[in-house]
């Protein structure tokens, strides 16, 4: 091999290390068109992507969040209703989820007009308690999001942007799913 291909084959090889470790560290991630598995065929890649609205909830003990609290990591925002027999469907799932990928905020928001009690109440009793409990009772997220239907789940970036949009119930807890996330969080 002459000298020019040997430097054209060492550059390469360096390259697809490069590329290994970005893709490995997370920080090649939806934003470069990494597409969600085929068990999360509901998550749809937003384009173009929009700010998240700047809206607010409560957790059990009443405090108010502000979804931009959780500016600087992923956060996957899901809402849902006890009524919604999908939304309670998935709700075991998305706590396995949230175990299991550890760089990336599950929070499950109530928007069906529970008080903070009824929700912990309810999640404790499905197996999701882990998610922790947090209640809109004046549905503003349903509205600010436009969720026209329930379960609505929201994946947001580090920088406040919706990134992707499932509208109805996904697999959250297959191990491709899992992977997936832990992928793109870098985890």
Same mark, same amino acid.
């Given at each position: 091999?002459?000298? *020019? ?27 470069? !068109? ?5 068990s ?11 700010? +998240?609205?700047?809206?607010? $909830?409560?957790d059990? !003990?009443g405090?108010?969040f +502000?979804?931009?609290d959780?500016?600087?990591?992923y ?9 919604? !027999? ?5 709700? *075991?799932?998305l ?14 928001? &109530? ?8 929700? &912990? ?10 998610? !922790? ?11 600010? $999001? ?10 947001? &970036? ?23 996330f ?6």
């Open positions: 091999m002459n000298r *020019p291909a040997k430097i054209i084959t060492v550059l390469a090889i360096l390259l697809a290390v490069a590329l290994g470790i970005l893709y490995g560290k997370g920080l090649l991630s939806v934003h470069q !068109g990494l597409a969600p598995p085929a999360l065929a509901a998550l749809k890649l937003q384009n173009p992507q929009k700010a +998240a609205p700047q809206v607010a $909830f409560s059990a !003990g405090r108010r +502000a979804l931009s959780f500016k600087g990591r956060v996957l925002l899901n809402l849902w209703a006890t009524w919604c !027999g999908p939304c309670v469907a998935e709700l *075991p799932a706590a396995t989820l949230s175990r299991h990928a550890p760089g990336l905020r599950v929070i499950a928001v &109530d928007v069906g007009r529970d008080t903070p009690a009824q929700a &912990d109440a309810f999640l404790k009793s499905h197996k999701a308690g882990r998610l !922790g409990t947090f209640v809109d009772t004046d549905i503003t997220m349903v509205r600010k $999001f436009g969720a026209y239907g329930l379960p609505m789940t929201v994946l947001i &970036d580090p920088k406040g942007n919706v990134i992707a949009k499932a509208e109805g119930p996904a697999e959250w807890a297959t191990p491709e799913a899992v992977a997936y832990k992928r793109i969080t870098g985890t």
